[in-house]
């Protein structure tokens, strides 16, 4: 079993950045894919970025493409989320998941665990 908790959300100004962070506990969170998603009020989950167990390869969004950059410490049980060029759109709760196949998905129901969230507000 595999609890994750994320931080590092907060208000911040549209041009501004954050990092979020989700820490894992339990579990081989090394070999574990790990996703960000995010949901803003009435609308859908949406898939932000992924990236696998070697965390190679990871991949983005096309609307967060070139500004956020996903990463992880392994040693840690950590993976990052850089968000740059934030803009009042990002505005959202933040979740990261994770999913014992090693693979990183852009489907929420691929995923076994879930953080609480963080909340991330981008004002204009």
């Known amino acids: 079993q595999v609890q994750l908790v994320e931080s590092g959300g907060g208000l911040v100004q549209a041009g501004g950045f954050l990092r979020l962070s989700c820490a894992a506990s339990?579990?081989?969170?090394?070999?574990?894919?790990v996703g960000w998603f995010r949901q803003a009020p009435g609308k859908e989950r949406e898939f932000v970025a992924g990236?696998?167990?070697?965390?190679?390869?990871?991949y983005y969004a096309d609307s967060v493409k070139g500004r956020f950059t996903i990463s992880r410490d392994n040693a840690k049980n950590t993976v990052y989320l850089q968000m740059n060029s934030l803009k009042p759109e990002d505005t959202a709760v933040y979740y990261c998941?994770?999913?014992?196949?090693?693979?990183?998905?852009?489907?929420?129901?691929?995923?076994?665990?879930w953080g609480q969230g963080t909340q991330v507000t981008v004002s204009s």
């Open positions: 998941a994770a999913n014992p196949s090693g693979i990183a998905y852009s489907t929420p129901g691929r995923y076994d665990y």
């Open positions: 339990g579990g081989t969170f090394s070999s574990y894919g």
């Open positions: 990236i696998k167990w070697s965390g190679s390869n990871p």
